[in-house]
């Protein structure tokens, strides 16, 4: 059962309300958000472009177009070198695309997921001494890659790195800094930029305008504005905290998506079916992402690449298609998995762990991941997915935390088990030896520092709401706290005690439910619930009998009432207008 709690936090509401000219449901939306102060609220309600920071506040910025402006006007030839993720697809975009417009020899190389591994390697720094490659310029990784920045220098190579990940620490934990002729990223400690939340495609976007400064070019504003709506995709897809620089990136990057000319974007939204008009954060994290990362996942991340650059319909449609079935491929294989998982919890004794580790031997490893990140949200646990590898004898995994639980720090302690592993508290990435799967199960879960309440998933609601409050002129107020995502969840309402009128299932796969409720004052609307339908019904006979679940299918009325967390929106149809509400939580 889940833990529900009111946030209910304390201001002066009459006062908020008066100064920002907002309903008081938004004042205290954004009071449980932090934002008490009114200049600091009409801030966040309207973010501007005026206020991104310069980018030549990152440390080593300067150098860095200094050496590209060099290597620019000599002919030098730059290789830039990025990652297979979103992130990294987009960072190279960026700057080979502002590269090349800029006059230099330049081209990129993405490392595979499963031959590779993520960022740089010797490889591709012996590949550029054999190619006679004068400069490698990272993006979306390279801080961490000490070996291949030394071995690329005692070549002769001139590095530039650009990246947002953490910096290797020393055993005296002072941080270790790569040998690179200029390293920007806004995680260094000596940096003095006021935003640490980047992802690698803002890194590099920064980058970029601020080599744009030096050079003369025909609507400079127009192009870093279309950079910045790229910037966007990476910022959702990468699931960078949306508040600060980031909440005006991905605001501004909206809009400018929703008017974008880039033939690449505009082949896969017609593909997927995404009206622009109504493009949101939602369609950057679930539909467009996921396409973009398909490539990297079950192909190459150049494919990814190639759409973004793709300037004839006909090739950007072809890579349109083959992106989405991908994506189709890759999220049949992962239900497939899901499901193999579930059973293996289930019938194998595993609903008392409190961290699930799950060998899936045929599972592909690059969808390992996303199927613990599932596992999390179905069981409230952290979960450790393991599969075969196509490279060696060695099993690979990804974990997926809770809050309560410092994944890396419990891996950390028995890194004997491990070939490699690293991540940070909420994700981790590891490699072992099959027979060592057991032995970890078994210790992650002796000395697991979980109560059975922290494994509770907590719900919590930042007013309770009546339906009757709920009007047109309230929930287009509401998309004032757009975009949402993490840091900047939607808020969530509650209402008790509604009647459930009638219900029919709907969907394409029969994965929702539409129900019309009833509240104790009267109010009726439709409501809409897309979650695990089966739990639903199993809910419903065990609380009130298989009686009330065959009067509801058979839309026969029924006695049964719920508590709802919910979000409004405003449903169009025929031209005409309706307000509902999209459950999300039900007892």
């Not at 934002?35 to 980018?55: A, R």
């Not at 709506?229 to 998506?257: F, P, Q, W």
């Not at 997926?400 to 890194?415: A, C, D, G, T, V």
């Amino acid at each position: 059962m889940e833990n529900w709690f009111i946030k209910n936090k304390k201001a002066d509401f009459e006062y908020i309300m008066k100064e920002c000219g907002i309903s008081e449901v938004l004042a205290r939306c954004l009071v449980n958000r932090g934002l008490t102060d009114p200049e600091k609220i009409k801030v966040f309600l309207h973010p501007s472009l005026e206020d991104l920071y310069n980018p030549f506040l990152l440390k080593d910025m300067e150098k860095a177009c200094d050496i590209l402006q060099a290597k620019i006007i000599s002919g030098k030839t730059v290789r830039i070198v990025g990652d297979y993720d979103v992130d990294g697809v987009v960072s190279t975009y960026i700057l080979y695309r502002t590269l090349k417009m800029l006059g230099a020899k330049v081209d990129y190389e993405i490392p595979d997921r499963i031959h590779d591994g993520y960022g740089i390697n010797m490889r591709i720094v012996e590949e550029a001494k054999e190619q006679r490659i004068d400069t490698l310029l990272t993006c979306d990784n390279g801080i961490v890659a000490m070996e291949q920045v030394s071995k690329a220098k005692e070549y002769g190579m001139t590095v530039i790195i650009t990246d947002h990940h953490n910096l290797l620490e020393s055993e005296d934990n002072s941080v270790l800094i790569p040998e690179a002729d200029a390293v920007i990223n806004p995680k260094r400690p000596d940096c003095p930029y006021p935003f640490k939340g980047l992802c690698g495609a803002a890194v590099a976007y920064k980058l970029a305008v601020a080599l744009l400064d030096r050079f003369d070019i025909p609507d400079k504003d127009g192009y870093e504005k279309e950079l910045l709506s790229y910037t966007a995709i990476a910022t959702v897809c990468d699931v960078m905290e949306l508040v600060d620089e980031n909440r005006i990136i991905v605001k501004h990057g909206l809009d400018l998506l929703r008017n974008t000319s880039n033939t690449g974007l505009l082949s896969l939204m017609d593909v997927c079916r995404i009206n622009k008009e109504n493009l949101s954060a939602f369609h950057l994290g679930f539909i467009i992402g996921p396409c973009l990362n398909a490539s990297g996942r079950l192909d190459t991340a150049k494919k990814g690449l190639c759409l973004l650059l793709a300037d004839n319909k006909k090739e950007a449609l072809e890579l349109a298609v083959n992106l989405r079935s991908l994506n189709e491929a890759r999220k049949d294989m992962t239900e497939k998995c899901v499901e193999k998982a579930t059973a293996l919890i289930e019938k194998g004794n595993m609903l008392g762990d409190k961290v699930l580790v799950v060998y899936i031997p045929e599972c592909h490893e690059s969808i390992a991941g996303i199927i613990a990140g599932r596992l999390r949200e179905r069981y409230h646990r952290p979960a450790i997915v393991l599969a075969d590898s196509a490279e060696s004898e060695y099993v690979k995994g990804s974990g997926r935390s809770i809050n309560e639980y410092n994944m890396i720090e419990e891996l950390s302690k028995h890194r004997d088990l491990f070939i490699k592993v690293g991540g940070h508290p909420m994700a981790a990435g590891l490699s072992m030896l099959p027979e060592n799967i057991e032995i970890l199960r078994k210790v992650l879960n002796e000395n697991a520092p979980l109560t059975e309440e922290m494994l509770k998933p907590k719900v919590t609601i930042d007013v309770l709401l009546p339906l009757g409050y709920l009007n047109e002129k309230l929930v287009n107020e509401l998309r004032l706290l757009e975009p949402f995502g993490n840091g900047n969840s939607k808020p969530l309402f509650a209402e008790k005690d509604l009647t459930v009128k009638s219900l029919m299932i709907i969907g394409n796969n029969s994965n929702g439910i539409k129900m019309r409720v009833r509240n104790q004052y009267g109010r009726e609307m439709d409501a809409l619930y897309f979650g695990d339908i089966d739990r639903f019904f199993s809910y419903i006979n065990d609380t009130y009998g298989p009686d009330e679940v065959w009067r509801l299918k058979t839309g026969r009325g029924s006695n049964i009432k719920l508590t709802v967390t919910y979000y409004p929106n405003i449903n169009e149809y025929n031209g005409y207008k309706s307000i509902q509400i999209m459950i999300q939580n039900y007892r």
